[in-house]
């Protein structure tokens, strides 16, 4: 379980010692514990691993208990997916290096779980059987921006009902735009949606091949580790990784990789509008409800407990109000949410943050 982010589109409520995945946004129980609590059927917690940050350890333990301290990867700082998943694999691979492993990101939704499971199972054993890198994608109805596209057509045998395709070509979100565009007519893509699944000492091997210079700072943090002035090496070593996606790696390996069509619904609540969607779609209701509508319509309110809301002839809008911070935003919107958090980033009011 990988939980390092801030969520900053989900201020003022998310925070650094406390981002969204750890907020009681699911019926009183937060993104990480749902993740946890499917994984549970299937694992036991000494089999689970949790890598996060120095702010969110003492949270994720909390929430995750019966997973032992030792199974608990602390990134000194925040420097994207590539260098956190460098490190996972690096502090996996002192464990067992050829043990499969499979990244399950805590900030999202994975309906039924038990599908979910079933995926993980049978990631696992391709990757015992074949050895190559294998991931997550899921069939867009239409194009999706923002997001980097898998060409994937052959579909392998013998995996169940599970939808499983042999990797032809990753296509760039940026600079593939055209044969994107192409391939998607002809139904033939798949939105690349993580869930990667492989061994440590392969992914290793690969950092080793498209990002030398990450390789060699986790060769360096590996040698840290039992000397005196180990926490101070792996801080230097780590603040060196240029801040990067893992697709920096990855991308490359996929293409002679696997790419599993999710056989659940993935649900990625990264902005408040998208929570007002699933409340909608479920009919869930806030958490605290203690609030008066008067001539308002298609709005969402999310009010600290023990104060009451009214809104008057209001539409559209999106009300979000924590202890030290309000939110008021038009719900088309929320996913500019994340510049206030830089505004108070340079404003160096880090109180809200």
């Not at 940050?53 to 208990?65: G, H």
Request: charged residues 30%; glycine residues 6%; aromatic residues 12%.
């Amino acid at each position: 379980m990988i939980c390092g982010g801030v969520g900053t589109k989900m201020w003022p409520l998310s925070r650094q010692k406390f981002p969204k995945h750890f907020l009681p946004l699911i019926k009183g129980r937060s993104l990480f514990q749902v993740n946890y609590e499917i994984l549970l059927k299937k694992f036991k917690p000494k089999e689970i691993y949790i890598q996060t940050t120095p702010d969110q350890i003492k949270t994720a333990l909390k929430q995750a208990p019966g997973v032992p301290f030792r199974n608990c990867f602390v990134e000194p700082e925040l420097r994207n997916h590539g260098p956190a998943m460098g490190f996972m694999a690096l502090k996996l691979s002192l464990i067992d290096p050829d043990e499969p492993f499979f990244l399950v990101q805590v900030d999202d939704l994975r309906q039924p779980g038990d599908k979910f499971i079933r995926m993980m199972e049978q990631s696992e054993i391709l990757v015992k059987e074949r050895a190559k890198l294998v991931t997550g994608g899921i069939r867009p109805d239409y194009l999706i921006m923002g997001v980097d596209y898998l060409l994937a057509e052959k579909r392998i045998k013998d995996m169940g009902r599970l939808k499983v395709f042999q990797m032809k070509k990753w296509l760039d979100r940026d600079t593939h735009r055209d044969l994107i565009l192409k391939y998607f007519k002809q139904k033939s893509l798949l939105a690349h949606a993580n869930h990667y699944c492989w061994t440590p000492r392969l992914l290793l091997a690969a950092y080793r091949r498209w990002a030398p210079d990450w390789y060699l700072a986790l060769e360096k943090i590996k040698a840290a580790f039992g000397r005196p002035n180990e926490g101070k090496i792996i801080k230097e070593e780590y603040s060196k990784m240029e801040k990067a996606q893992v697709e920096k790696v990855t991308r490359h390996e996929l293409e002679e990789g696997y790419v599993v069509e999710l056989p659940f619904e993935w649900i990625d609540i990264g902005t408040w509008e998208s929570l007002a969607r699933f409340y909608q779609d479920r009919g869930i209701t806030s958490p605290n409800d203690d609030f008066l509508q008067i001539d308002s319509n298609n709005y969402f309110v999310y009010q600290t407990k023990g104060k009451f809301v009214a809104t008057i002839g209001v539409k559209d809008l999106v009300i979000i109000d924590a202890k030290d911070g309000l939110l008021i935003c038009d719900k088309r919107q929320t996913g500019r949410v994340g510049e206030v958090v830089e505004y108070l980033k340079r404003k160096q009011k880090n109180n809200y943050l």
